[in-house]
């Protein structure tokens, strides 16, 4: 779900373009931008709440790109899109490298060996003798990118 706006502002009107799939519809449909190009569309654009993530946009189509996948993947909050394009994920690679959203690096790591092995299977007092932040600091930091607490795999 899209929970960012994009608008284009015109005098005293608002045009959301987040309805629109490319930049040669939003040109068909709102006559007073059907002279501009590519790049005077893309700098007419408000970036509400965007949070610095406009910076990761080159142009319209990067920016329409990132509307369709924000409302198409539900399952993948806009934040943990954000902090992918953050981390330098490309829009095509953040359904494969997104892991999740932890509180702490413990958190995941303990998730991550969860999911290797069936920790249950070992005596309790081996469980709380283990550095979940250790196991986080040694060994899976190479291989998992974070931020604002949302994990990627590094593939």
């Known amino acids: 779900m899209l929970d960012k706006k994009f ?6 009107d608002e045009i959301d373009i987040t309805n629109y799939s490319s930049a040669d519809e939003i040109r068909e449909n709102v ?15 408000d970036f509400d709440d965007i949070d610095g993530v ?38 095509d690679d953040i359904i494969d490298c997104y892991i999740g959203e932890y509180d702490s690096e413990e958190e995941f ?15 309790s007092f081996i469980i709380d003798c283990i550095d979940w932040q250790r196991v986080w600091d040694a060994y899976l ?13 590094i593939f």
């Not at 608008?7 to 005293?12: A, M, S």
């Not at 930091?141 to 795999?153: A, L």
């Open 54 to 91: 406009d910076s990761y946009f080159n142009d319209i189509d990067d920016i329409l790109k990132y509307i369709e996948f924000c409302k198409s993947d539900e399952y993948i909050p806009n934040a943990a899109i954000d902090a992918a394009l953050y981390l330098d994920i490309s829009l």
């Open 141 to 153: 930091r190479h291989d998992y990118n974070k931020h604002n607490g949302y994990y990627f795999g």
């Open 31 to 45: 006559s007073a931008l059907e002279e501009l190009n590519d790049t005077e569309l893309f700098n007419l654009i």
């Open 7 to 12: 608008t284009i502002v015109l005098k005293d």
């Open 109 to 123: 790591s303990k998730s991550a060996c969860e999911n290797l092995i069936n920790l249950n299977d070992l005596p």
